[in-house]
């Protein structure tokens, strides 16, 4: 993926779309993010992970509800390429770390993007990508 020098993009990781989806602490930030007109990405991983979660724990609707959500949002999809594979697979050999999130990391490496989430084990990976990190779960900001 190309984009112009000095342009950010952002990758939303999955804890940044349930934010959004469930007005958690950090929406607003997301929000902002895809009013700001910079390039705002997925990975293939983030949509088949909030799906699954959601069908696991509040039933089809409610994932086939989130499905049509990610549609309606000014975001795009990044499926596999032979990068974001062989990024993925470095990260998670090299890290502990889920295999969702390894490819959701390996594609805001490849398409040299700021990943957005409000998971702590990504820490771990902030000297190979660059990170927004949103409210943990049960920090309090004001």
């Known amino acids: 993926m190309q984009k112009a020098d000095n342009a950010e993009s952002f990758v939303l990781d999955t804890s940044a779309i349930f934010a959004l989806w469930n007005d958690e ?4 930030t997301v929000e902002h993010i895809l009013h700001s007109g910079a390039p705002a990405l997925v990975s293939f991983m983030t949509v088949m992970e909030g799906r699954y979660r ?9 994932s086939d509800e989130f499905s049509k959500y990610l549609s309606l949002l000014p975001v795009r999809r990044i499926d596999m390429t032979n990068a974001i594979f062989e990024n993925a697979v470095q ?8 295999v969702c999130d390894s490819w959701i990391i390996a594609t805001a490496v ?30 309090k900001t004001k």
């Open 25 to 28: 602490e950090g929406a607003d």
């Open 54 to 62: 959601l069908w696991k724990n509040s039933g089809k609707e409610t």
């Open 91 to 98: 990260i998670k050999a090299t890290n502990s770390l889920s």
């Open 110 to 139: 490849v398409t040299k993007s700021i990943l957005v989430h409000k998971d702590p084990e990504f820490e771990q990976v902030k000297n190979i990508v660059p990170l927004k990190t949103l409210p943990y779960k049960g920090s």
